[in-house]
Every structure is written in C-alpha cells, then in structure tokens.
C-alpha cells in the first residue's frame, strides 16, 4: 500500500466490476466534495440525503451520466473521512469515463486494495478483527460463513482480546505498583489476587485455543475425504453427493489417481469433497502416487467417509481399515449387492440413489457437530491463533518468574500479544497483509 499517498482523496468503484444496471463509486478524502463539485459544478448537497447530480466531464460541459450522489461528512462516514457516493448507470463506457474524469483531478488518485477500509481502521472506526471480518462477509458463499463473518464484524471476537489485554494491563499496573512503591502499605495480598487473575485469564484463553479450529474451518471449508479400495464406488457416491458427473466412473480398478475436488453448500457449510485413488498395493508409480496422495488426504481432513463394496461386505480391506477413527463415517455402497443385513453403517445404491438422504444427514450432523456458529465467537485466522499462543508464552514465564519485576515484564508482553490481533500496538508489518485481501473499492 503507498503509506506516502495516505492523505490524498482516493476513489474507486464500490459495486463489482463489469456491465451492470447501476455502479457505484465512491470518493474518500479531503477533496471529497472539491471532486464532486467539479464535475457536478454545483454545491455539494447536505449529508446523508439522496440527491439527483448531472456529472461532467471537468474544464468541457460533455455531459458523463445522470446519476444520484450521498454525501457522508466526516467523522460519521466508513472511513472516517469525508465520502462522495456517487451512483451512476453501469455501462462499460459510463464507468470508463467517470474514472479518467475523477482521475484527472489534483490530489485525487485511484484507490489501492483495501485502502478504504485501512483508512477507517486508522480513524478507530473498527479493530483489525472486525476488518478481517468484513473481507469474510465479502468473500462469504455460504450461511454459515456469512453469520461467522458477521459477528467478527460487529466486533464480538474483538471484544474477548479487548477484555483480556484490559485484564492484563490492571494487573501489570498493580505489579508495576508493588515495584515502584514497595516501601508503601499496600493492600494486603495485592499480589496474590493478581496471581490468580493472571492464571483465570490463561485458562480463558486455553478453553478459546481448544476449539478444534472450527472458525478456520467455517471460513476456509471443511474438508471431507472420500476413501475406501478400488471399485467401491467411491466417484460415483462423490458425483451422488454433488448432483453432477465431476469424477470419471468406471469399473477398471485404478481409474482415480489424483484427488479431485468438489466445493459444496451443506446446510449453510461450505465443503470440500474430495474424491481420492483406491488404496491398495501397487507396482504401478502413478498409481502408487496416487495412494500415497490419499493417505496424505485423509490425515488431513476434518472428515473420512471410508467407501466399501457391499458385494464385500463385512470384509473390509486392511489398508482402508487402517485409517478408519472416531473422525470417520463407514459408508456401505452397493447395497444391491450386499448378501448381510447391515444395522450398524448407513447403505447406500449410487446407481439408485437410495440411502443418499440419510447419509446427508449423518454428514450434516458431524459437520454441524464440528462447526457450531452458535457458540462464542472463534478463531478465524492462523494470525489471532499465533498471538494467543505467544500470549499464553509469556503468561506460563510469568508464573516461573520469581522476580516481581520480570513477572511485570511478562505482563506487559502477554498484552502486547493480545493488542497485535485488534491492532491495539504498532502492527504496521501485519497491515498491508490483511488490507491486501480487499478488493479495490472496499
């Protein structure tokens, strides 16, 4: 991002790119309203009221679109800054023109990735968890994603470092007290309550890291992987599941040999089902390849649905078996074929499509399981996850410390730990990184 540009008036189209009914641009700065009144040549209207506006090309009277503009005067605007919106029709050449116009005007530049909302961080309009929960909403494809993305917006996830940092910061001062003024009569046990503050505040954040990643997983898709030997059918219970041909049938063992990957909405949950090679002893190197990219697969998915020949059944093979756990639905395919009654796994037919709906549900109730968006707010980024476990570093040498000045300096690195999530220190190398997943205009 140009840090030397930051006080000039940027611009940029707000709405998404391409031919559309009505686009929407958007100026921010302190020449907002000298830009508007330039290509309006009229005053800029009162704040917050939806006026019409002819715009004109500037120094010609070549007319660029009828429109309406909202003017949003500073500080009660996104970024803090005064803002022109300006929505005009959303043809290609409308656009075009409207961007050279506001273009060449002094001290008026194109917008860079994400820099409207860095400015309205810079203005403490909201923390850096609350900005990474709008690019969440914005990125957002499904329910669930979205009503994550929502609440880290509205600043609840925030709110529990806030609280946290706020913690630490009172007992830092109460130790940095017992230094200062040791000869005084302080109260009796002052550094024993802090003591055991300290160690509710670890504990807190202990239970917050223990949530088996489920905000990483709503935001980046739970990943199911589809496994079992060759011939069980596991392509067709893949192309089953996602109602279209994505994965090649046939009934020539080995015909699968890479993962292929198949994003899905469940019940408001973004998926990726992964369909993987049949895993048996081979000679063959692509083949073997193959095996060894599923087994890799399979460790790493949140979910297994482990696909046996109902022909076979109960034998099951041991490379397969081997992988089977507690994080594993058993799927029998085939039930035309199957010759023993089954009441313990779900049977399925994927020529028939008989069993899919319960095996929905079973899917449906380990993800929901897994990913609950009604519990407290969670982790959503590597990033806060990191802070949170430097946090918890200082907090355990803060208990190890016999020195009350070490213990103080412990303090004062665990809070600083947490004010790298929120933004609360100087986080300027995190910055650009996190504005960057913005698209220009936002």
């Known amino acids: 991002m140009d840090t030397q540009n930051v006080k000039n008036t940027i611009f940029a189209l707000a709405s998404g790119s391409g031919k559309s009914g009505i686009a929407v641009f958007r100026i921010s ?3 907002a309203q000298t830009a508007y009144q330039i290509l309006s040549k009229k005053p800029t209207p009162k704040p917050r009221q939806v006026t019409k506006a002819r715009l004109y090309r500037p120094m ?54 994400g820099e409207f909302t ?14 990474e929960g709008l690019a969440d909403l914005i990125n957002a494809e499904t329910l669930a994603q979205k009503r994550q993305a929502q609440r880290q917006l509205r600043g609840e996830l925030g709110a529990i470092y806030k609280e946290w940092r706020s913690r630490l910061i009172k007992a830092t001062a109460l130790f940095e007290a017992e230094i200062d003024f040791s000869d005084e009569d302080l109260p009796p046990g002052l550094i024993e309550e802090v ?3 300290v160690l509710d505040i670890n504990d807190e954040i202990i239970r917050h890291l223990d949530d088996k990643n489920q905000g990483e997983i709503v935001r980046n898709g739970f990943h199911i992987a589809i496994i079992g030997p060759p011939n069980a059918g596991k392509s ?40 993987t090679a049949g895993l048996r002893e081979v000679d063959d190197e692509i083949e073997s390849e193959g095996i060894r990219r599923a087994e890799e697969r399979a460790t790493k998915a949140d979910l297994k649905l482990a696909v046996f020949d109902g022909a076979s059944w109960p034998e099951m093979d041991r490379k397969t078996q081997t992988l089977v ?36 549900n079973i899917l449906k109730t380990e993800v929901f399981k897994r990913c609950d968006v009604s519990a407290s707010p969670a982790l959503t980024r590597t990033r806060h996850r990191t802070a949170l476990m430097e946090c918890r570093t200082y907090l355990e040498r803060f208990q190890a410390a016999s020195e009350t000045e070490l213990k103080a300096e412990d303090l004062r690195m665990a809070a600083r730990a947490l004010g790298q999530i929120t933004g609360q220190v100087n986080v300027e190398e995190v910055l650009d990184v996190i504005f960057g997943e913005f698209c220009i205009g936002k």
């Open 195 to 197: 003591s055991c503050e």
């Open 118 to 131: 860095r400015r309205a961080f810079d203005n403490g309009k909201f923390d850096l968890t609350a900005a």
């Open 236 to 275: 067709s219970v893949l192309n089953r599941l996602s109602n279209r041909e994505a994965a090649i049938v046939s009934e020539k063992a080995g015909t699968t040999r890479d993962v292929i990957e198949v994003r899905l909405e469940l019940d408001g949950y973004p998926i990726i089902l992964a369909d």
């Open 60 to 113: 010609s009277d070549e007319v660029l679109d009828d429109g309406l503009v909202i003017y949003f005067a500073a500080p009660a605007s996104f970024t803090g800054e005064d803002v022109i919106e300006l929505h005009i029709h959303g043809g290609m050449a409308v656009i075009a023109g409207l961007s050279e116009a506001l273009n060449s005007i002094n001290d008026v530049r194109l917008a860079d990735a």
């Open 29 to 31: 700065g302190p020449s």
């Open 325 to 360: 756990d507690d994080d594993t639905v058993v799927l029998i395919n085939k039930s035309d074929l199957l010759k023993h009654k089954e009441n313990s796994y779900p049977v399925v037919s994927s020529i028939t499509g008989q069993g899919f709906e319960n095996l929905l």
